[in-house]
Antibody, heavy 119, light 110 residues
Framework: QVQLVESGGGLVKPGGSLRLSCAAS????????MSWVRQAPGKGLEYVSY????????NYADSVKGRFTISRDNAKNSLYLQMTSLSHDDTAVYYC????????????WGQGILVTVSS | QSALTQPASVSGSPGQSITISCTGT?????????VSWYQQHPGKAPKVIIY???MRPSGVSNRFSGSKSGNTASLTISGLQAEDESDYYC??????????FGGGTKLTVL
């Protein structure tokens, strides 16, 4: 079955950096676009970024553009999110999400990983 | 890209039907049939319950249905059950090849 397992979260100081990873299994990873979606404590879902199946295309929310970089390694069935210049507003649970085919739906979600930005 | 507009909360009694609206623009909800709905229980990851406006994934109850008119999509839950109490989000693909999310609706089953 499809599994998405995030790792790399934790506590980081404002201005710091962190790299999230997502290990995917149970489906042909290199056939699917992948995304990151986040949710601040007590708040709604927020789109962060997506990457196409062969890394040709990437897209970022305005709130993270220039600070976050999405990437993937199809040989390792892994998705990444490099986060820099972190601020309190980036505190959230970050979800690794698969985009379905041929629909444009976020059909599978990881359990999420908490990133806390605090001094 | 502005967020899609959802009511902050809705409520209904067991057995009743409720509808949650999701209003966007011609650049998202009105311009694409890629509108999906997600159910999220506290502390859990979201789960897709409707995709492509009105399609239901296998395993999702037929009490959940979706529709769209112009720039507004709707999720209807019929025969409300206690287990339906949850947060619901709409998401739409946009004409600029990105996604826009609704702010979420808290459903209370009275």
């Amino acid at each position: 079955q499809v599994q998405l397992v995030e790792s790399g979260g934790g506590l980081v100081k404002p201005g710091g950096s962190l790299r999230l990873s997502c290990a995917a299994s149970g489906f042909p990873f290199n056939d699917h676009y992948m995304s990151w979606v986040r949710q601040a404590p007590g708040k709604g879902l927020e789109y962060v970024s997506y990457i196409s199946s062969r890394s040709t295309y990437t897209n970022y929310a305005d709130s993270v553009k220039g600070r976050f970089t999405i990437s993937r390694d199809n040989a390792k069935n892994s998705l990444y999110l490099q986060m820099t210049s972190l601020s309190h507003d980036d505190t959230a649970v970050y979800y690794c999400v698969r985009r379905g085919q041929p629909t444009l739906t976020f059909d599978y979600w990881g359990q999420g990983i908490l990133v806390t930005v605090s001094s | 890209q502005s967020a899609l507009t959802q009511p902050a909360s809705v409520s209904g009694s067991p057995g009743q039907s409720i509808t949650i609206s999701c209003t966007g623009t011609s650049s998202d909800v009105g311009g694409h049939n890629s509108v999906s709905w997600y159910q999220q229980h506290p502390g859990k990851a979201p789960k897709v319950i409707i995709y492509d406006v009105s399609m239901r994934p296998s395993g999702v109850s037929n009490r959940f249905s979706g529709s769209k008119s112009g720039n507004t999509a709707s999720l209807t839950i019929s025969g409300l059950q206690a287990e339906d109490e949850s947060d619901y989000y709409c998401i739409s693909y946009t004409t600029s090849h990105s996604w826009v999310f609704g702010g979420g609706t808290k459903l209370t089953v009275l």
